[in-house]
Nanobody
Framework: QVQLVESGGGLVQTGGSLRLSCAAS????????MGWYRQAPGKQRELVAV???????TYVDSVKGRFTISRDSARNMVYLQMNSLKPEDTSVYYC??????????WGQGTQVTVSS
């Protein structure tokens, strides 16, 4: 299992910004895909954004143009820059790592709350 530690969540007003960080315990070049998911109370966990070890990115439609996922191999970090935040972005955000043989690993989650 890959150990993942998220940070950067908090309370922000509508239209504000936050940057989430995820520190991985191994070289992220050896991880096929890293991503951010979120889960609001009473809802299923949903994919927000993913980035492959070649730098290809995918976003859920609701965050396109507002969120940016990036990676720093030298620091084994993945980031999620969130701009123009909306109340519906309020969730617990989880960092994920997927490797072909080992499957998924998850962080403990960080709370993001957007006030209206």
């Amino acid at each position: 299992q890959v150990q993942l530690v998220e940070s950067g969540g908090g309370l922000v007003q509508t239209g504000g910004s936050l940057r989430l960080s995820c520190a991985a315990s191994i070289n992220i070049d050896n991880i096929n895909t890293m991503g951010w998911y979120r889960q609001a109370p009473g809802k299923q966990r949903e994919l927000v954004a993913v980035i492959t070890n070649t730098g290809r990115t995918t976003y859920v439609d609701s965050v396109k143009g507002r969120f940016t996922i990036s990676r720093d191999s030298a620091r084994n970090m993945v980031y999620l820059q969130m701009n123009s935040l909306k109340p519906e972005d309020t969730s617990v955000y989880y960092c994920s790592a997927r490797r072909a043989k080992e499957g998924y690993s998850w962080g403990q989650g960080t709370q993001v709350t957007v006030s209206s």
